[in-house]
């Protein structure tokens, strides 16, 4: 039940868009609401990194790299998470990463899109 499926990454020239989008469409709706939902990406041969969390709430934190530029959002009723990510710089290449935290702390990952960002 705990299945994440990220989809919306490819290729992107500097300076364009893409928005990313996270399903659980194994979840119950009432669990999916409790959950802390994440963006993680990972590029190779480096630890992977926050990028943004979003809180059961709504409340929002984003690594200094990509403020002012991507943004997470929720959308409870579809059991969705997505990130907008603008004004794409090469060096956000990366696969990127759905996670979600129970309030337990238990998390599960989802299996990753690949953003390109080159000319």
């Known amino acids: 039940q705990g299945q994440l499926v990220e989809s919306g990454g490819g290729l992107v020239q500097p300076g364009g868009s893409l928005r990313l989008s996270c399903a659980a469409p194994?979840?119950?709706?009432?669990?999916?609401?409790?959950?802390?939902m994440a963006w993680y990406r990972q590029v190779a041969g480096k630890q992977r990194e926050l990028v943004a969390n979003?809180?059961?709430?709504?409340?929002?934190t984003y690594t200094d790299s990509v403020k002012g530029r991507f943004t997470i959002s929720r959308d409870n009723s579809r059991k969705r998470v997505y990130l907008q990510m603008n004004n794409l710089k090469p060096e956000d290449t990366a696969i990127y990463y759905c996670?979600?935290?129970?309030?337990?702390?238990?998390?599960?990952w989802g299996q990753g899109t690949q953003v390109t960002v080159s000319s």
């Open positions: 996670k979600s935290t129970d309030p337990r702390g238990s998390g599960h």
């Open positions: 979003i809180s059961r709430s709504g409340t929002t």
């Open positions: 194994r979840m119950i709706t009432s669990v999916f609401n409790t959950l802390t």
